[in-house]
């Protein structure tokens, strides 16, 4: 390896070894860089969220609280001690805790709420910034007559005009109907009846929306929300969100207040139904015991009977033993052939008591079935007509009910009767025992035996008529209202600390990500990263932007951070030249025009010169030359060109002296030839250079742009050093293949890339220079900056 190679080596050591930022640090570093993007995304975003609260409509939580109360504690169950067999289970219809969570969910009870309230007509204040309901304090209370059940979402705006009058419009119709409070207004779903409130003015603008009773009965439940407090415990949980935290404690109290009637009409239905059956009973028992007792007594009279004989007293006890079964099974028997009438009525189906059949509790259960469908009918029927399909098919599954009922009512009267042949043969058998006995005590006998299942029967009934009318007096709803509902002080939406939070976030996430994109979308050049990612071809050096963007000498301004960097440049030779050949010979090239080459290398050549070496800057840019024009203007039509095509031409006559700089010259490229190749090709271009060699201790050549034409790659044969120049954000990243092509392919002797144009205000951030302001070598202006400036400066050089 010669000695240039070391050198370059020692060079490449210096600029291009550096530890590159991470990839994390970089994003940061481009971030801080474009801070302001930031801070108005930040500010956009915020303002953005201010105006969406504002428009947004605050949301309350309304809580109550609803007790399951235990069932073994109340009073119906306190009458016998929690025998089902009780009359007093017949108001205890079957719930639990998690059953009346459903039930408060329910489609029916909302729609009732619902109806009750109007909840499907909101009033909205539409003369503020925000459009709020009111509810309370509205100006106007509105009665609504609907023409048809099938109703669509309208939205009118009302217009108070007077004391009297206002304008009403649909928004979907350009004129309105003016019309007068307390007097109603035809439309075509419903009629309208605006009365007036103690808070009413007579003016402004209000926003009335009727929605359909299926829509509100939707968003009622979405905002409705029922719990078990604990499992272990029978505490209903009730919330709802509301925009309105009058309203909304008054819809959920509704709700409970509806909840707790139908809970308690039902109870008290099941035990009118039961006094009217034993009424009934009542009366038919009694005829039929009076005329026994009759009996018994006009025989005892005729037959002067007035105790049962002593020697029979055994033998009747043991008949009493027997009697007292069969007059059990006499009495279920009578019951059951009673219900059996009752619910073979298939033209009057009715509320069956299920606690007088105590012999059978799955009976019991059957009916309780059918009673619970003859409640849910009557339920069904406050909101839907006979003719509708759910009434339809409950009466069905009533009839099969119904026609099970008197199924098993004849199997049990059938089992009632087989069990009273067993004990009538009982009895036979006891009977013919006492058959000495005399007559008149037998007959005695049969009618006691028959006023004692009467008066069994009818002391029964009058037990269970007593007990139900205590219980019917008692009747408590097996559920109660713990807390009454109460809205929160403050709205629980929106929340405004998330959603600013939320907009600050944006407001840097929305630059972050258009930075990211456009840094993936970006195929120039742009930090020293991309040129390590495409090229290994070493970094000789950088030069910033000029705050005059001046293409002219810039040691006008020597302390200017261009001048510093073009010293840097000077100083670097030293690595890629050999001053023991003599002179130096340098080219300077780029991709396309408009990089800098000419720019560097004019103020390269002068900066050497400034040192007391002689330079001679030679433009063979044949096809677009620039050097005249950044000198200064200069007009010379004596070039490289008329040397060429003149045999008679010599190097003096070409020569010419920069009037800034004594040690400084420059040979013009001439007028533009047509064949510019062919020119480069001529010896003469051989001679020239040699004799300048001998003249100069630098010769500085600058080319056409190698990635359009060949001029350069002609001229490479006799320079030493290769400079390639490359702008940021102007130069593609493809172009860099040009750059790798030449060194792969040794077209190019020791090539070396300078990046140009580097942005002031990311030197120091994308890799690029040395921060030469921050020691002393920038502009006056960087002494004055400003305090954020300096601020931004110091966190810029920490990321970093």
Excluded at 70 to 89: C, F, H, I, Q, W
Excluded at 587 to 602: A, P, Q, R, V, Y
Aim: net charge neutral.
């Amino acid at each position: 390896m010669d000695k240039l190679d070391l050198l370059a080596d020692k060079l490449d050591f210096v600029y291009k070894k550096e530890e590159a930022p991470g990839d994390v640090r970089s994003l940061v570093a481009i971030c801080l860089n474009y801070w302001y993007l930031f801070c108005l995304g930040i500010v956009v975003c915020v303002v953005a969220t201010f105006i969406y609260i504002q428009y947004e409509p605050s949301k309350w939580n309304v809580s109550s609280k609803i007790i399951v109360e235990d069932e073994k504690n109340s009073p119906t169950k306190a009458l016998t001690n929690g025998v089902n067999s009780d009359l007093a289970s017949l108001f205890d219809i079957k719930s639990n805790a998690d059953n009346e969570v459903k039930v408060l969910k329910s489609r029916s009870l909302l729609k009732r709420v619902v109806y009750l309230l109007d909840l499907n007509i909101h009033i909205y204040d539409n003369n503020g910034f925000r459009k709020a309901e009111v509810f309370d304090d509205s100006p106007f209370k509105i009665n609504i007559g609907y023409k048809t059940d099938k109703l669509v979402l309208a939205n009118y705006t009302l217009e108070v005009l007077n004391s009297n009058t206002f304008r009403l419009a649909n928004d979907k119709e350009s004129e309105g109907i003016t019309g007068t409070f307390d007097k109603p207004i035809s439309l075509r779903q419903y009629n309208l009846t605006f009365h007036k409130t103690q808070y009413f003015k007579p003016e402004g603008e209000y926003k009335i929306r009727i929605q359909t009773p299926k829509q509100i009965e939707k968003e009622l439940d979405e905002n409705l929300g029922v719990g078990l407090d604990d499992k272990q415990a029978t505490v209903i949980d009730l919330n709802l969100s509301y925009n309105n935290p009058e309203r909304g404690r008054v819809i959920l109290q509704k709700l409970m207040d509806v909840y707790l009637q139908n809970n308690l009409a039902n109870k008290i239905r099941i035990a009118d139904s039961t006094m009217k059956f034993i009424d009934k009973r009542l009366v038919v028992v009694g005829a039929e015991l009076g005329k026994v007792e009759k009996n018994l007594e006009q025989y005892k009279v005729q037959n002067k009977i007035s105790d049962i004989n002593a020697q029979s007293k055994a033998l009747i006890e043991g008949a009493n033993s027997y009697q007292s079964k069969l007059n059990d099974n006499e009495v279920q028997l009578a019951i059951a052939n009673d219900l059996y009438k009752y619910v073979n009525d298939a033209g009057n189906p009715q509320v069956v008591p299920s606690s007088l059949i105590t012999k059978d509790m799955a009976f019991g259960t059957a009916i309780n079935g059918y009673n619970e469908m003859l409640l849910r009918k009557e339920q069904l029927r406050m909101t839907l007509t006979d003719n509708s399909v759910i009434i339809k098919n409950l009466d069905q599954q009533i009839e099969l009910a119904r026609q099970a009922l008197v199924t098993s009512l004849s199997n049990y009267r059938n089992s009632l009767q087989v069990s009273q042949s067993a004990f009538k043969k009982q009895n036979a058998t006891i009977e013919d025992k006492i058959t000495n006995a005399p007559v008149k005590e037998r007959i005695y006998l049969d009618y006691a035996r028959e006023q004692s299942l009467k008066q069994d029967l009818y002391l029964f009934l009058l037990q269970k008529r007593e007990e139900t009318a205590i219980s019917q007096t008692a009747t408590l709803s097996s559920c109660r209202i713990l807390d009454d509902a109460d809205a929160d002080e403050k709205p629980f939406a929106p929340k405004k600390s998330l959603l600013y939070l939320i907009g600050a976030i944006a407001g840097i996430c929305i630059p972050a990500a258009g930075l990211s994109v456009k840094e993936l979308l970006n195929t120039r050049i742009n930090t020293k990263a991309d040129i390590d990612k495409h090229t290994s071809v070493p970094l000789f050096g950088e030069i910033s932007r000029g705050d005059k963007r001046s293409k002219s000498l810039v040691y006008n301004d020597a302390r200017s951070t261009v001048a510093e960097e073009i010293r840097a440049l000077r100083t670097s030779l030293k690595y890629v030249t050999d001053n023991k050949k003599g002179s130096n010979v340098i080219m300077f090239t780029s991709s396309m025009s408009g990089e800098g080459k000419s720019f560097i290398s004019l103020n390269l050549g002068n900066s050497i010169a400034l040192t007391g070496k002689k330079v001679v800057l030679l433009e063979l840019d044949l096809r677009k030359p620039k050097l005249l024009k950044n000198i200064g203007g200069m007009k010379d039509e004596y070039g490289f060109t008329n040397y060429v095509i003149s045999p008679e031409g010599c190097v003096d006559c070409l020569v010419k002296p920069f009037e800034s700089n004594p040690n400084f010259f420059y040979i013009s490229s001439g007028p533009v030839p047509p064949n510019p190749a062919e020119l480069l090709m001529d010896e003469r271009l051989k001679t020239l250079i040699n004799d300048l060699k001998k003249k100069f201790d630098y010769v500085i050549i600058d080319t056409a742009p190698v990635g359009l034409v060949s001029d350069a790659l002609i001229i490479e044969e006799f320079v030493d050093v290769t400079f390639y120049v490359v702008r940021q954000n102007y130069t593609l990243k493809t172009q860099l293949g040009i750059v790798n092509d030449l060194h792969r392919t040794k077209k190019a002797k020791h090539m070396y890339l300078i990046v140009n144009d580097i942005e002031m205000r990311t030197n120091t951030i994308t890799g690029y220079g040395h921060g030469y302001g921050s020691y002393g070598y920038g502009s006056p202006d960087e002494d004055s900056s400003s305090k954020v400036a300096d601020w931004l400066r110091k966190i810029k050089m920490n990321v970093w």
